[in-house]
């Protein structure tokens, strides 16, 4: 009996292992990573000792935590023409007020400098996960993120 309980629980823990995936999946927008194009689909995995990207179950790189020097927070906000265009076709009160709708694209940033190699990456987030993210970002590397756009100089 003990050793059927053994073998359902070791069974049911690597189970539980396999099914865990505690990624975040981003955009690459650009940076300094070699190899990989812009808009490639990454998973990003944060440990507490390396911020890892991940294509297609390979390591395309690992970065130390303690080796960020600053984690980075933008957005990109645009109104959306084509689809209002779109609309107007069919009706032209709802292309009108999808006109007035606006879309937010979420950016964060890194940059790195571990001994002689320095990089940075900038990678496209989901709107519903950018915050944990920066959160966790924050977290393993101790670093506050810095807003871009309050750094922005409008004129």
Not at 61 to 69: G, K, N, R
Not at 88 to 94: E, K, M, R
Not at 102 to 107: A, D, F, G, R
Request: proline share 1%; hydrophobic share 40%.
């Amino acid at each position: 009996m003990k050793s059927i309980l053994a073998v359902l629980l070791c069974v049911s823990i690597s189970t539980v292992a396999v099914a865990g995936d505690n990624g975040y999946t981003v955009k690459y927008d650009g940076g300094s990573v070699a190899g990989i194009k812009a808009g490639t689909d990454l998973k990003l995995h944060i440990e507490e000792s390396k911020i890892r990207f991940i294509k297609d179950k390979e390591e395309v790189v690992a970065i130390p935590s303690s080796a960020v020097t600053e984690v980075s927070y933008g957005q990109d906000v645009h109104r959306r023409i084509g689809t209002a265009i779109g609309l107007a076709v069919v009706s032209l009160g709802i292309g009108a007020l999808m006109a007035l709708s606006k879309s937010k694209k979420h950016y964060v940033g890194l940059t790195w400098q571990d001994g002689e190699k320095k990089g940075g990456l900038a990678m496209q987030c989901d709107k519903n996960e950018y915050r944990g993210i920066l959160t966790g970002l924050e977290g393993v590397t101790g670093k506050k993120a810095v807003d871009t756009d309050a750094l922005t100089v409008k004129n």
